[in-house]
Every structure is written in C-alpha cells, then in structure tokens.
C-alpha cells in the first residue's frame, strides 16, 4: 500500500510512511506528532504458473478436439492439462489509498482487490479414445477455468500512543478500528479455458456481492533511545471478517501476524526487513502466501531512492521481486513512483506481463 513501501519490497511495520501509519502498523502514530497527506493507486499482477499454459490452450479448436480425441488437437490440449497444478493461477492485485494522519490519529480509504482466476481441471476424461468405447474418453471432459474475487474498501480510524522508557528506549503501542465495505466474486461454471479476459471480467462484474463488517488491527513498536533500531509488530484484522458470495459461501479476512525491524545506518541511510509471522490464505486453493521484504532507501535534500526485494518463502518456487522507487520533492510535498518486478515473463491473451511484479504513484505531503 503506497510506493514507499513497494520500493522497500513491502518492508515497513517498523518504519511506515506517515500516512500509511494506519494500514502499516498503527503503534507508529505515538512515535511523533507529525502530519501526513497521500493519495496513490498502483496494480499488481502475480501468476503461479498458469498462463504459459492458458496461452497455447487457447489456441487450440475444443469442439474438434471433443469432436475427434484421437486427434492432434485432442492430442495436444490433453499433454497441456496433465502439466497443470492445482495451484496455477493469474492473480490481479489492484490497490489505492487516501491516507490522512493528524499528530497521534490516523484515517483514510483504503481500496484493494485480488481477483484470481485458476484451472477446475477434469483429471479424470483424458483418454484419446473414443466416447463409444470408453467413459473416461476426452469427449467427456469438463474442465474450464473458476474466477473469484475479493474487493475491500477500508476506513480506519487509528490511534497510537508511546511510553518512553528512559536509556531503555520508547515502547508504541497502536490500534486500528475499521469499517470494511467488501464485494466478492464467485464464479465456479461456464467460463472455458479458451474465454478471453474481457469475456472472464464481464462475468465477474455480473456475479458481485457486496456486504460489510468491522476489522481490528493491532500493533507494536520498539525504538531504542538513539531512534537508530526499531522492532515493530503488527496483528491484521485479529477478528477475521468474512463476507459472504453469491453462491453462499464466505471469504474471510483471516488474522495476520507481521514481524519488522528498520535500522538507520546514518540519518539518511535506513535499511528494513520485514517477515510474515503466519502463512496467509490466497483465494487459490492450496496457495498460501508468506512474504519476506528486505530494503534500503537513501533520504536526499530533494528527493530520495529506495530498493528492495520480496520473496514468497511459502510457495514452491515462488520468483524473488525486485522493487526501485523514487521519490522527488521533501516532507511538505513529494511524488512518489515505485515499481517491482520478478525474473520472468508470462504472456496471456496478447498480454505480456512479469510473473510477478506492479506498479504504484503516489502524490502527498506533510507538516
């Protein structure tokens, strides 16, 4: 959330931007008494695998292939869905945020969404044999794409307050409450694997739910008596808000745990990691995310430059992202611009994107 964080690979319980004080880790607010304005919207994209499959198979004529599975299209559409996993996905992760902080209070909009779509695959029809002859024939087979969706519209009011401890340092201690607007996606029939993107997002709009609840979010700072070290935590909707769909199930915000730590190598010099406590569910089933961020960032008279890198240690061999950001302007008014991007790239639907990678600007201030 913010191009800040993205530039220090999402590196920032312990040393959130001051607007993002609130989404980031709240116990930031009792640290100082600054004030903070940002607006920013930015888009990520994450594929675990699917799209260098999704690519050639929509290429290929179904209908003749379940016409005639003993055919070359039968043939080769067969050999793509045996390389497929469970767990291959096309993520869409689209954010915004207006966040607003006043001294040791906090607030703002806070918009995400993570739409996903991945293979329902019919592992049992994969012969090429004929329909007459056997019921496990490829004229039977049934696989096709699901596409589900999360959107959270957030509105915190944050607070935060800080004991200081003398030589030992200052001990912050920050809470969030939160009004969340969520829409769900659900879509588990009829989109084929050769429907194209627009085809897949009209029937995500059609399939919507729109419900709302609370969230509580948590957090901790630690800062020793020179501000140099600083060890923060950060528990995310500990109450796990749920929203339900169209089909009758829910999504659940389920509760997260974050560990960080920043330390300032000079005054302009800061280096950051950030590391997820709990491995957190993803609407793909069976793909759970654990971050780890680690960055750098060099604060300049007129501007400042910022790197990192995030990995997902969960994921079986999830690419490492690597993210620059740069910002221009001082603390009463910047702009900011970040960007990641992992090793690879994937093509879908005349589409070329990263395996993982996004983008994000911001415009803000302070006094």
């Known amino acids: 959330m913010g191009p800040r964080a993205l530039s220090m690979g999402g590196a920032a319980v312990a040393c959130p931007a001051p607007a993002y004080a609130a989404y ?21 994209i994450r594929d675990t695998g699917l799209a260098e499959h999704l690519d050639p198979l929509t290429g290929y004529d179904w209908n003749a292939a379940t016409d005639n599975p003993q055919g070359p299209d039968a043939a080769a559409i067969i050999t793509e869905l045996r390389k497929i996993k469970s767990t291959d996905a096309l993520m869409i992760m689209p954010a915004g945020a207006i966040g607003l902080r006043i001294g040791s209070f906090a607030g703002g909009v806070f918009p995400s969404a993570q739409i996903v779509a991945y293979g329902h695959l019919d592992t049992v029809h994969l012969n090429k044999t004929s329909p007459l002859d056997d019921p496990n024939s490829f004229a039977f087979n049934s696989s096709a794409l699901y596409a589900q969706g999360l959107g959270l519209i957030e509105v915190p009011l944050a607070y935060g307050h800080a004991f200081k401890m003398g030589e030992s340092g200052t001990v912050s201690v920050g809470g969030a409450l939160k009004f969340i607007e969520g829409v769900t996606y659900d879509i588990r029939q009829g989109i084929l694997i050769t429907t194209d993107s627009k085809d897949i997002q009209k029937r995500l709009e059609d399939g919507n739910e729109i419900s709302a609840g609370f969230g509580v979010d948590l957090g901790v700072i630690y800062r020793t008596a020179g501000d140099c070290l600083s060890l923060g935590l950060l528990a995310r909707n500990v109450n796990s808000p749920a929203f339900v769909t169209t089909t009758g199930a829910s999504f659940a915000e389920d509760a997260q745990i974050r560990a960080g730590a920043a330390y300032n190598i000079t005054k302009q010099l800061l280096v950051a990691l950030d590391i997820d406590v709990t491995a957190n569910e993803t609407l793909i089933p069976g793909y759970n995310s654990r971050q780890i961020s680690a960055g750098v960032g060099y604060e300049g008279s007129i501007g400042s430059i910022r790197a990192g890198l995030m990995k997902n240690i969960e994921g079986d061999g999830a690419p490492i992202a690597w993210s620059l950001g740069l910002s221009l302007g001082g603390e009463t008014f910047h702009l900011d611009l970040a960007g990641s991007v992992s090793g690879s790239w994937q093509k879908y639907d005349n589409y070329n994107f990263p395996a993982e990678g996004g983008f994000t600007l911001a415009l803000g201030g302070g006094w």
């Open 24 to 44: 980031y880790n709240p116990a930031a607010l009792g640290l100082n008494d600054r004030g903070a304005l940002d607006i920013a919207l930015g888009l990520n």
